[in-house]
T-cell receptor, first 116, second 113 residues
Framework: GAVVSQHPSWVICKSGTSVKIECRSLDFQATTMFWYRQFPKQSLMLMATSNEGSKATYEQGVEKDKFLINHASLTLSTLTVTSAHPEDSSFYIC????????????FGPGTRLTVL | DQQVKQNSPSLSVQEGRISILNCDYTNSMFDYFLWYKKYPAEGPTFLISISSIKDKNEDGRFTVFLNKSAKHLSLHIVPSQPGDSAVYFCAASQGGSQGNLIFGKGTKLSVKP
């Protein structure tokens, strides 16, 4: 069964508004979760690493003030796209690592964001 | 510069035959490789992985081969089934990191009945 859930699965918003996406680890407490973005016909690009109880680590080129990440509990990480613009329209996917020390990650179902 | 490359954007195979999906990488520090399957509007589903200390890993119909000298890996699906039709992503990670995965652009596999 699913080990990572995301909510909402899709969202349409007006330009300038903020959108929050939730990512939950269902079966395991995750101190670290990951946020990816996928544009059409492109690969998944890591945006940031979400760390429970501390600041997220952002990849180069990802605006920290634009994509706010909060990892307030061991099972929940949120990504807020602030002042969304049409170019932020994308498929956002979160993941967590498999228990243990492997690098295998399990992904959520993704959230399709469309900014009008 | 892409560190993980999937040069074939698409592949079409007849049901029952073998599907071979290829992936090349440039970073010799990668030591763990994964294949994910993805349907439209869904998150990737983990399929199979291989550590750099191995050259083959098999799980049911899926086998991953790793050629470190060539910096090449491949996913073999045999026999292919129509339900295997999806986009397959190759991913790699470097030990000692936080586990960041670097993905290829994916190969769309179509298995025809």
């Amino acid at each position: 069964g699913a080990v990572v859930s995301q909510h909402p699965s899709w969202v349409i918003c007006k330009s300038g508004t903020s959108v929050k996406i939730e990512c939950r680890s269902l079966d395991f407490q995750a101190t670290t979760m990951f946020w990816y973005r996928q544009f059409p016909k492109q690969s998944l690009m890591l945006m940031a690493t979400s760390n429970e109880g501390s600041k997220a680590t952002y990849e180069q080129g990802v605006e920290k003030d634009k994509f706010l990440i909060n990892h307030a509990s061991l099972t929940l990480s949120t990504l807020t796209v602030t002042s969304a613009h049409p170019e932020d329209s994308s498929f956002y996917i979160c993941s967590r690592k498999l228990a243990g020390f492997t690098d295998t990650q399990y992904f959520g179902p993704g959230t399709r964001l469309t900014v009008l | 510069d892409q560190q993980v490359k999937q040069n074939s954007p698409s592949l079409s195979v007849q049901e029952g035959r073998i599907s071979i999906l290829n992936c090349d990488y440039t970073n010799s520090m990668f030591d763990y490789f994964l294949w994910y399957k993805k349907y439209p509007a869904e998150g990737p589903t983990f399929l199979i992985s291989i550590s750099s200390i191995k050259d083959k890993n098999e799980d049911g119909r899926f086998t991953v081969f790793l050629n470190k000298s060539a910096k090449h890996l491949s996913l073999h699906i045999v026999p292919s089934q129509p339900g295997d039709s999806a986009v397959y992503f190759c991913a790699a990670s470097q030990g000692g990191s936080q586990g960041n995965l670097i993905f290829g652009k994916g190969t769309k596999l179509s298995v025809k009945p």
